[in-house]
């Protein structure tokens, strides 16, 4: 039988490190996160040219239009392989963008607006405020559910405390990759990502509900005096069960990115990074912290050697 529990501390170092790398990434210059106009206000265009311009040449006179900060992107359609361009911009004025649509007529040529949208600053802070309300009120609930699942267990607090803990790990790992892919792709942190980590949330909890569910059972059933011993068992138990259900979901993701394309892309990828970090927050984390708990062991994080 796989032993886990006994290299919980192992695991957690893993973890520990890969936290580390995110912070690294998320603070410095290189992985800093870029908002979309849903959160950090501004307006968007998605436009298709007749004669489409290279992406360097478009870039280019966005610049000299008077928009030197302006993001421009490339979108590739799969379907009928035209290519559009997203533009991304300071909150703008209609006279302010009636503008900038007729200086790239004059230099390109006419061009379909596909899609326009703009968010000013007080909708986008309303906007910022909303999401984090609803993470805090998803977590929150969660925990509350589980502690009453759990309630015939000793100490049902911890089992909800240490799903959430592997819930915030697994957000966090998300957050960061996908910053740092953000980063080198020129991609942003729009309402579709926001989607993907509330996604993430329920689905993660989901198999770490299944292998304390089945601590719960083999507490009852009595396999063993050692809780470490059940934890493990429990964890051995349902393994296959996890990472079949998780490697079934990322085959269709992978499938979605393939064929559906850019206008899924943030949520899709950030999905993928979830599952993957949430089936090991499952697995390993959430469980070696039950058994942490049990064995009173918190000293070990700060180097102390166990009685």
């Given at each position: 039988?796989?032993?886990?529990?006994?290299?919980?501390?192992?695991?957690?170092?893993?973890?520990?490190?890969?936290?580390?790398?995110?912070?690294?990434?998320?603070?410095?210059?290189?992985?800093?996160?870029?908002?979309?106009?849903?959160?950090?206000?501004?307006?968007?265009?998605?436009?298709?040219?007749?004669n489409p311009p290279s992406l360097n040449d478009l870039r280019k006179e966005v610049s000299s239009l008077g928009y030197p900060n302006a993001i421009v992107r490339s979108e590739t359609e799969l379907s009928g392989g035209a290519?559009?361009?997203?533009?991304?911009?300071p909150f703008l004025s209609n006279e302010e963008l009636k503008n900038l649509q007729e200086g790239l007529k004059t230099i390109f040529g006419e061009f379909k607006v596909l899609e326009s949208s703009d968010v000013s600053p007080?909708?986008?802070?309303?906007?910022?405020?909303?999401?984090?309300?609803?993470?805090?009120?998803?977590?929150?609930?969660?925990?509350?559910?589980?502690?009453?699942?759990?309630?015939?267990?000793?100490?049902?607090?911890?089992?909800?405390?240490?799903?959430?803990?592997?819930?915030?790990?697994?957000?966090?790992?998300?957050?960061?990759?996908?910053?740092?892919?953000?980063?080198?792709?020129?991609?942003?942190?729009?309402?579709?990502?926001?989607?993907?980590?509330?996604?993430?949330?329920?689905?993660?909890?989901?198999?770490?509900?299944?292998?304390?569910?089945?601590?719960?059972?083999?507490?009852?059933?009595?396999?063993?005096?050692?809780?470490?011993?059940?934890?493990?068992?429990?964890?051995?138990?349902?393994?296959?069960?996890?990472?079949?259900?998780?490697?079934?979901?990322?085959?269709?993701?992978?499938?979605?990115?393939?064929?559906?394309?850019?206008?899924?892309?943030?949520?899709?990828?950030?999905?993928?990074?979830?599952?993957?970090?949430?089936?090991?927050?499952?697995?390993?984390?959430?469980?070696?912290?039950?058994?942490?708990?049990?064995?009173?062991?918190?000293?070990?994080?700060?180097?102390?050697?166990?009685?």
């Amino acid at each position: 039988m796989y032993d886990i529990i006994s290299k919980r501390f192992q695991l957690f170092l893993i973890s520990g490190i890969v936290i580390l790398i995110g912070i690294i990434a998320i603070v410095s210059p290189l992985g800093q996160l870029k908002w979309g106009t849903e959160f950090d206000s501004g307006t968007q265009m998605r436009i298709s040219f007749d004669n489409p311009p290279s992406l360097n040449d478009l870039r280019k006179e966005v610049s000299s239009l008077g928009y030197p900060n302006a993001i421009v992107r490339s979108e590739t359609e799969l379907s009928g392989g035209a290519e559009n361009f997203i533009i991304r911009l300071p909150f703008l004025s209609n006279e302010e963008l009636k503008n900038l649509q007729e200086g790239l007529k004059t230099i390109f040529g006419e061009f379909k607006v596909l899609e326009s949208s703009d968010v000013s600053p007080e909708i986008a802070r309303e906007t910022v405020r909303a999401t984090a309300i609803a993470v805090i009120v998803a977590a929150v609930a969660m925990m509350i559910y589980i502690i009453w699942a759990f309630r015939k267990m000793p100490h049902p607090f911890r089992y909800g405390t240490c799903a959430v803990i592997a819930l915030v790990h697994d957000v966090f790992i998300s957050a960061a990759i996908f910053g740092l892919i953000a980063r080198f792709m020129n991609w942003e942190i729009d309402l579709m990502f926001i989607t993907g980590i509330l996604t993430i949330i329920g689905y993660s909890i989901n198999n770490t509900v299944v292998v304390f569910d089945r601590i719960r059972e083999n507490v009852k059933m009595g396999i063993s005096s050692n809780f470490e011993i059940i934890v493990n068992d429990s964890i051995v138990g349902t393994m296959s069960r996890c990472l079949n259900t998780s490697l079934t979901t990322v085959f269709a993701l992978v499938a979605l990115l393939l064929f559906v394309g850019a206008s899924i892309q943030n949520f899709v990828v950030v999905l993928l990074i979830g599952i993957i970090a949430g089936t090991f927050d499952s697995i390993c984390i959430a469980p070696s912290l039950l058994v942490v708990w049990e064995k009173k062991e918190w000293g070990r994080f700060l180097g102390k050697k166990p009685a």
